[in-house]
């Protein structure tokens, strides 16, 4: 989750921890003193998030300062889990616990009977080890067989077969939210755990005791609980009880980037490249997610995720690298000619009103050629394509597809006698190599043809504009 860490202190028992000078702190006090800190040396608490500066990082920020269990609300595929995970770097990187202790406990403030018992035993003897702050984030995915056991903790029937009465609390075993004492708990798509899991919530995150088969057990929890969920119009799977919402501070909502630059930056950050895909392709497929979130054909309640233009990304560089290793290739570059294979495989991701059933693909495509013009706009304006229209005009075509290489599209181009039309064309977009000037020169002629200035015939794998 963080960078690789630092030693861990050298102080092993609770005396040299004392002659150390350390100071205890409650969990949301050292999020806020971290969370101060980098704000005041203007370092960035949040890395990796795009598109939320002006809107939810503010609020959680407030959330955090504040010291407020926290629940991000928004649909699928909006980086809300990533935004939770980034909260690890709040903590202090090193924070001392009692070795061997179930929960995790200060050294200065056992709470469970054994870890109490221990340091009156030991005194300044009780041994200290280190734990690290990606150690102290536990998430847990919301599925509907989560039990009160999983969360809270239930009793535990060897520590009773080694002689213990059911009586005693030291047969608890703890869940997840007890042993991220001083910790932080994420629990994933929150409404589908069961009402009466939810309940069991409660007192843990209020009153802070532990209730399990008829025990009382205070203890006086130090946990940051924080949550995602999917809108409940939504997702009909379920939803967070009024009591649970009143215990959580604050209820953020998050959404899809609203600025191009952002929707790229999340595709370039995730997606996993096995071939080099130029900057205008993922221009193009980052418009073509956001005209789908605009799209009156689409469902916009399950929403369109950041992973359809990530996997879009993928998709067309392993088309590249499929291309490049049959024909030889030596460098594997996406270009426009790829972008099909993208819809081909991409539309299950989408979902679609009602009434557009049996036109999910023509949707797809119009929306995608839409991207593309706008693209071939911001890119190509100014530029006069007269010279290669009239060459096209006169009868000479272009052949493209998902198997003609960068080369042998570059020479079967019209001649333009001492046109620099094909230099201006690459210069634009700065491309270098041979797959990329292909790749430019291929996205222009797709412009004209979405600008009806040539035309177009596909099949058989391949593409001629003519």
């Given amino acids: 989750m963080t960078d690789a860490p630092t030693p861990a202190p050298t102080p092993g028992t609770l005396g040299r921890l004392r002659e150390s000078g350390h100071v205890q702190k409650p969990v949301r006090t050292e999020i806020r003193d971290n969370l101060l800190a980098k704000l005041a040396a203007r370092e960035n608490p949040w890395p990796g998030m795009h598109g939320f500066d002006e809107t939810v990082i503010p609020q959680l920020e407030r959330a955090l300062l504040a010291g ?31 070795a061997g202790a179930e929960i995790g406990e200060h050294p200065y403030e056992p709470i469970t009977p054994e870890s109490r018992r221990r340091a009156e035993e030991l005194g300044d003897e009780l041994p200290v080890e280190w734990r690290h702050r990606d150690e102290r984030y536990a998430e847990k995915l919301a599925t509907p067989d989560t039990s009160v056991a999983d969360l809270i903790g239930d009793v535990d029937p060897m520590k009773v077969a080694e002689g213990r009465h059911l009586g005693d609390p030291e047969t608890i075993h703890f869940g997840l939210i007890p042993r991220s004492h001083r910790g932080i708990v994420a629990i994933n798509e929150l409404p589908d755990l069961a009402e009466r899991i939810q309940v069991a919530m409660l007192n843990v995150m209020e009153e802070r005791d532990i209730q399990i088969r008829g025990y009382v057990l ?23 009880i009024t009591p649970l919402k009143d215990r959580f501070g604050a209820e953020i909502r998050t959404h899809y980037p609203s600025e191009l630059d952002d929707e790229i930056a999340v595709i370039r950050q995730e997606a996993r490249l096995v071939a080099e895909v130029p900057d205008h392709l993922i221009e193009i497929l980052a418009r073509f997610t956001s005209q789908l979130r605009e799209s009156n054909s689409v469902d916009q309640r399950s929403g369109v995720s950041a992973r359809f233009a990530i996997a879009g990304a993928e998709t067309v560089a392993a088309s590249a690298l499929h291309r490049a290793t049959r024909q030889g290739e030596e460098q594997a570059v996406a270009r ?131």
């Fill in 68 to 98: 407020h269990d926290v629940v991000l609300l928004g649909e699928r595929g909006q980086g809300k889990t990533r935004l939770l995970r980034s909260l690890v770097g709040l903590l202090d990187e090193w924070t001392p616990v009692i």
């Fill in 218 to 240: 205070r203890l006086p929890l130090d946990t940051l609980v924080v949550a995602s969920a999917n809108p409940e119009d939504y997702t009909n799977r379920g939803r967070i």
């Fill in 336 to 466: 426009v000619v790829d972008l099909e294979t993208a819809v081909d495989v991409l539309g299950g991701k989408i979902e679609f009103e009602t009434g557009e059933e049996g036109r999910e693909l023509e949707i797809l495509t119009h929306l995608l050629r839409t991207a593309t013009a706008e693209t071939v706009r911001g890119h190509f304006r100014g530029l006069d394509f007269t010279l290669l229209v009239d060459r096209i005009e006169s009868g000479q075509m272009v052949t493209t597809g998902e198997q003609v290489t960068a080369r042998g599209f570059l020479t079967g181009l019209p001649v333009l006698g001492e046109s620099d039309l094909y230099d201006q064309v690459c210069d634009r977009l700065h491309a270098g190599n041979d797959g990329e000037r292909a790749g430019a020169i291929e996205l222009a002629l797709e412009g004209l043809y979405l600008a009806r200035k040539i035309s177009k015939e596909s099949g058989g794998g391949e593409t001629v504009y003519g």
